[in-house]
């Protein structure tokens, strides 16, 4: 009874437990000795195929490039989804309060800082077009109310989310 | 002053470093490019998908494991890549007309290795490339029957009969009487 194809190549790849029967096999006898052998040699043949060299060093291509960007790990650009969701539900929340604030929002009160900004302006116009130095005058520091800080804190929040968003869907493509 | 090993250079490049990553590359762009060329059997594809595996691989660097060695972990990503390859382009590949390396001192020797080297490189080329790359893996990347498996996520029985056969035409190519 002869050794397999299949006892000889797993003998040579070291995956197989008979190694012992195998190796006693071998010795005995000729013929499944010499397969062995024609496969060995394929294996040796095989492995020292020189390599071949490229015609061009990719290398330089990564050198040239200064600072590189590593792409993100896939949990954190889902943070982006995240963090829209939770911007999206914060503004839901807010909506009661702002449509109960709005209404409070005094714009008379708001309307005579504007005026006197815009009459500032004018003058400062008037002063360049003297090509006088201007004297630059003081502004007035509008006193804001809770509701319209709370506004415009709101406002800025979604606006930095979607922003950030935007900014790591950039960094992945 | 010692040069700086893998790990170093692989840590420096998750920092941004492009010179850093740029040296790595330096070092293992041949062995990257010997695993495409002997999957693909053309320079040009061969050396196309060098410069992704790296691309790639650059990409993924928050993944890799710096305890790990690199070049195995990168010669594996080659082997996928030109696998997709093959399954996305379904290409009749094109042999090149490829010279090897002279390392032999004796001219007639440096003739034989050639000739030789041509003729393995012709042989592996006619094998169907699910036969080639389990034989890449096998014999170049030295993973054994289930970690090819794995990577292929094909069945053990598979691995083997692709194996077996492979060597089967190739001992056929390279043996036969003239």
């Known amino acids: ?173 | 002053m010692n040069a700086p090993t893998d790990r170093d250079l692989i840590l420096r490049a998750k920092r941004g470093d492009a010179e850093a990553y740029s040296e790595i590359v330096t070092r293992h762009q041949t062995g990257v490019f010997n695993v495409c060329y002997r999957i693909l059997h053309n320079r040009n594809d061969a050396e196309d998908l060098t410069q992704e595996t790296f691309m790639r691989a650059y990409n993924r660097l928050n993944t890799f494991d710096i305890e790990r060695e690199f070049a195995p972990w990168i010669k594996r990503v080659a082997a996928n890549l030109c696998l997709n390859h093959i399954e996305s382009q379904k290409v009749t590949l094109e042999l090149d007309d490829e010279r090897d390396e002279d390392k032999s001192a004796n001219p007639s020797q440096q003739v034989e290795v050639k000739e030789r080297s041509e003729q393995i490189r012709q042989a592996l080329s006619s094998l169907p490339a699910n036969y080639r790359l389990v034989v890449e893996l096998r014999h170049y990347q030295e993973m054994s029957y289930d970690e090819i498996a794995n990577e292929l996520k094909i069945p053990l029985s598979d691995v083997k009969s692709h194996l077996f056969r492979a060597r089967k035409l190739l001992a056929e190519k390279l043996y036969a009487p003239d």
């Not at chain 1, 990564?62 to 999206?88: E, M, N, R, S």
């Not at chain 1, 130095?133 to 509701?147: A, R």
């Open chain 1, 1 to 173: 009874m002869h050794l397999t194809d299949e006892q000889l190549n797993e003998y040579l790849d070291n995956e197989t437990n008979e190694r012992e029967q195998i190796e006693l096999h071998l010795h005995s006898c000729n013929e499944c000795n010499a397969r062995f052998s024609d496969l060995q040699n394929l294996f040796l043949e095989l492995d020292s195929l020189p390599d071949l060299q490229l015609t061009r060093d990719l290398s330089t291509r990564f050198a040239t490039k200064g600072q590189l960007t590593l792409q993100l790990p896939h949990w954190l650009t889902l943070t982006v989804f995240a963090q829209a969701a939770l911007a999206l539900i914060a503004l839901i929340i807010s909506i009661p309060f702002i449509t109960t604030y709005i209404p409070q929002i005094d714009v008379a009160s708001l309307t005579s800082p504007l005026f006197e900004i815009q009459s500032l302006w004018n003058t400062w116009l008037d002063s360049l077009s003297t090509l006088q130095l201007p004297t630059i005058p003081e502004l007035p520091i509008p006193v804001l109310e809770m509701s319209s800080l709370l506004l415009a804190l709101a406002g800025i929040f979604v606006i930095w989310i979607f922003g950030n968003g935007l900014l790591l869907r950039n960094q992945i493509r």
